[in-house]
């Protein structure tokens, strides 16, 4: 008997349903170069089904034009076998096309189109494919290279208040971390007081402070005083969003030298990019001059930046952030990732790609700790000394809980937001007050 007639080809599962849910859930006023948070932060929730009743979920930033789009690409998927990733990506590529770089824009986060409607797709599709053959995603992914995925504090600016339905009010009666994450960060006694609560509510051992909010005097004292707060032993880094002039980067980064693990994106462009790490000793990293894989010939020609800061939502999914893994280290780039406001099935999805990659030389970014919601059935993911453990279950490891998705989407009804726009909800605080791409 040959392999040929022992073994006969058998077709995958087809998507029989999609259902898109866009959900809103509570923010805390974050200060960014973009703006502030406002009180609630969009997702969307993707659910495929197939014909024998799999179900497979994936989580993307919320945007009403590409829900209009996933949408719009129910009948080119509706009977496709969720293992033909490529074939999906293809015929997706097909309809929409592909992104280009300028329509990243200028804000912190992602506003290309294609890229998150397949990475909804595909993470869906890997979560299904992973029941069907009873195995994780990172198996999927050429399996585990390590058993917990080690995450940093994630610091922001912020104004008095919690979010949601309190905005810019506070809950009397929190306590803990639930307390700390309400209360304001304008300084940096009260940036290191922020750091302190976070830490020890999730053991984190590295630290990031999201930049770009005041003059960089001030944010580089905050560097300063979480390093005499911490100590040398716990790696920093700020991520000033690409506000700064060149000539600012370079003295401020001077200064920062002795206490920076790296410095992320200090200014705008390849270009800028090149020109502060040539006069810094300090390691760049990025996820706004480098974003996609037409970005990085010239990023090696240059020399932009030493570490690239992946997204699975942002750069294709899972699989491509493999490949991207795989370019990075052919030419010596690092690798980390970079995290925006997101819920489990997002973590679970970031979890599984850092298990799978080779190395994880940096703690991996995330804004979960300043999440309260949740939308799956076993609650809000644990953290242990920082780091989240490798779900063992076949798929993402993680159910919908559909009580919660409901009360979530009814919260999206509710509040009026279509799409991230951090600029309405600054001026509310200071009136007039106007996104700029260079700031110092």
């Known amino acids: 008997m040959t392999l040929a007639t022992h073994f006969s080809y058998k077709a995958g599962p087809r998507i029989r349903e999609i259902t898109i849910t866009p959900i809103a859930i509570v923010d805390p006023p974050l200060l960014n170069a973009a703006g502030l948070h406002a009180p609630y932060a969009l997702r969307t929730i993707v659910e495929l089904v197939t014909d024998d ?24 998927l509706i009977g496709r076998d969720v293992f033909q990733l490529n074939e999906i990506r293809q015929v997706l590529v097909d309809h929409f096309g592909k992104d280009t770089a300028a329509q990243r824009g200028d804000a912190p986060w992602d506003q290309r189109k294609m890229v998150h409607i397949f990475s909804a797709i595909e993470v869906a599709c890997l979560d299904i494919i992973g029941k069907v053959m009873g195995r994780p995603v990172v198996d999927i992914l050429g399996g585990k290279r390590r058993d917990r995925v080690p995450f940093a504090a994630y610091l922001f600016y912020k104004y008095e208040g919690a979010g949601g339905k309190l905005a810019f009010d506070t809950d009397p009666n929190a306590v803990g971390w639930a307390a700390a994450r309400q209360a304001s960060a304008l300084n940096p006694a009260e940036i290191v007081a922020q750091a302190k609560a976070m830490c020890a509510e999730f053991g984190f051992q590295s630290i990031k402070l999201k930049g770009g909010v005041f003059e960089p005097r001030q944010e580089v004292d905050a560097m300063f005083a979480l390093y005499e707060a911490f100590g040398p032993d716990v790696p920093l880094r700020i991520d000033p969003n690409a506000l700064w002039k ?70 294709g999914g899972l699989r491509a952030s493999m490949t991207l893994s795989g370019i990075c280290e052919t030419f010596g780039r690092g690798l980390s990732m970079h995290s925006n406001s997101h819920l489990g099935i997002s973590l679970a999805a970031m979890v599984h790609l850092g298990a799978a990659l080779p190395q994880v030389p940096y703690a991996l970014d995330t804004h979960y700790p300043w999440q309260s919601d949740e939308v799956i059935t076993a609650g809000r993911f644990q953290f242990e000394e920082g780091a989240v453990l490798v779900p063992q279950e076949p798929g993402l490891g993680v159910e919908l809980d559909r009580d919660a998705l409901a009360r979530l989407h009814q919260n999206y ?5 279509k799409k991230r726009d951090d600029e309405p909800e600054m001026q509310k605080k200071q009136p007039g007050w106007k996104f700029q791409a260079v700031r110092w």
């Open 246 to 315: 060149v000539e600012t980067a370079i003295q401020y980064g001077r200064e920062m030298e002795p206490i920076l693990e790296y410095l992320e994106d200090p200014v705008r462009g390849q270009a800028a990019m090149a020109q502060v790490r040539k006069a810094l000793k300090t390691p760049l990293a990025t996820n706004m001059c480098t974003t996609s894989f037409e970005d990085i010939p010239n990023s090696i020609a240059i020399g932009s930046e030493d570490i690239i800061l992946s997204d699975h939502h942002f750069w």
């Open 413 to 417: 009804r509710e509040c009026g937001l």
């Open 53 to 76: 009743g799999i179900s497979g979920i994936s989580e993307i930033p919320g945007n009403s034009d590409i829900d209009a789009a996933l949408e719009a690409s129910k009948p080119l």
